[in-house]
């Protein structure tokens, strides 16, 4: 089936139901003749770790809202939950949600690794919008499947009034990249709710080290499953270069 808006692959994205930065990136980071379709992961939970558990649990409710849309792939744009569910539970769910719908299906979190793991990265530094215990159950996770966490920074904006998180500026991300130090083999900046495009647009490389952010790791394993192509490190590194961004120029003032 050929799409007027995406002849080359759609991607179903499930977003945090408040996040506002899920769509816009991808709607610069996806190749032309790409397209997202985009769903919610909701939950009535009163804080934000209650909220990242739900969204686990309710992820065949939550897939099931792409209906029969033809999406190639499914990529689930939440880092924050698969710190607190940890590995052997992604895998579970991920395993489900791929027997539910036929398609490729991918955390942001399991896109970083994968990222991580195709630079040769093993040393990694952070750059966290996250109040203190979810920072350091990210680096609970990072460790966990194999990285050291060298070094982090925060970002956190404790007095927001909407949310710490999607209310950053994209100069805080780039604030928490200067603070770190450049002996590092790659910095991921946390969460796809944290601006990081016009950052890593700016500088792709600290010192020798990649910039990748979840959104960023996210897109460029969903087109690799858009493409039927294996996840490379030249691809990866098209994207860490904005070399593979569609709409880059939204970032450019």
């Not at 970083?112 to 093993?122: E, I, K, Q, W």
């Not at 007095?159 to 999607?166: A, E, K, L, T």
């Not at 944290?194 to 700016?202: G, H, V």
Request: hydrophobic residues 50%; aromatic residues 6%; charged residues 15%.
């Amino acid at each position: 089936m050929s799409l007027a808006y995406a002849p080359h692959g759609l991607l179903g994205v499930l977003t945090p139901q408040a996040n506002t930065t899920v769509e816009p990136e991808f709607a610069v980071l996806m190749p032309r003749g790409m397209a997202i379709v985009n769903a919610r992961l909701t939950s009535p939970a009163a804080t934000i770790e209650a909220r990242l558990v739900d969204y686990f649990a309710t992820m065949p409710q939550a897939i099931g809202q792409f209906a029969n849309a033809p999406v190639g792939a499914i990529a689930i744009a939440c880092t924050g939950a698969s710190y607190l569910a940890g590995i052997a539970a992604e895998t579970a769910m991920i395993a489900d949600a791929e027997a539910r719908s036929g398609v490729p299906v991918m955390t942001s979190a399991m896109a970083v690794v994968d990222a991580l793991n195709v630079l040769g990265a093993r040393r990694i530094g952070l750059v966290s919008p996250y109040p203190e215990g979810l920072t350091r159950a990210s680096e609970t996770y990072w460790t966990a499947r194999g990285f050291t966490v060298q070094a982090s920074s925060g970002a956190y904006n404790a007095s927001s009034s909407f949310h710490p998180i999607y209310s950053l500026p994209s100069g805080a991300a780039m604030a928490g990249l200067d603070a770190l130090p450049h002996d590092l083999d790659a910095i991921v900046m946390l969460g796809t709710g944290m601006p990081t495009l016009e950052p890593i647009l700016k500088r792709p490389f600290h010192g020798s080290a990649p910039v990748l952010s979840c959104m960023l790791a996210t897109a460029w394993r969903a087109v690799s499953a858009l493409e039927k192509a294996a996840p490379s490190r030249d691809g990866l590194l098209a994207f860490v270069r904005a070399e593979r961004w569609g709409g880059k120029e939204r970032l450019i003032r």
